[in-house]
């Protein structure tokens, strides 16, 4: 069965950092393209960014670029969000899902697995 969990949301003031990882299992993590997406209060979700299956190649959205980094360490079946800066703008719920393959076009929604989400909350 495959799972994805998230972890690592919480409170942060503007400018801080979190760190979200996703835990993956029930399938060969190192042989898929992930991705995060979030959605903040009240609105529909963004697509944040993209990762390939081998961690060499990533994508960012244009609100997050230069702020977060996306990684994925295959020996540990893990997706990690590295958030810096944070803004107000960025509160949301973040989730990670799977591509259908190794690869993914910049901004693709062609998803097979999500994950249930972790809330991030950017407020002083």
């Known amino acids: 069965e495959v799972q994805l969990v998230e972890s690592g949301g919480g409170l942060v003031q503007p400018g801080g950092s979190l760190r979200l990882s996703c835990a993956a299992s029930?399938?060969?993590?190192?042989?898929?393209?992930m991705s995060w997406v979030r959605r903040a209060p009240g609105k529909g979700l963004e697509w944040v960014s993209g990762i390939n299956s081998g961690g060499g190649s990533t994508n960012y959205a244009d609100s997050v670029k230069d702020r977060f980094t996306i990684s994925k360490d295959n020996a540990k079946n893990t997706l990690y969000l590295q958030m810096n800066s944070l803004k107000p703008e960025d509160t949301a719920v973040y989730y990670c899902a799977r591509y259908r393959g190794a690869d993914y076009y910049y901004k693709s929604w062609d998803y097979d697995y999500w994950g249930q989400g972790t809330q991030v909350t950017v407020s002083s």
């Open positions: 029930g399938f060969t993590f190192s042989s898929y393209a």
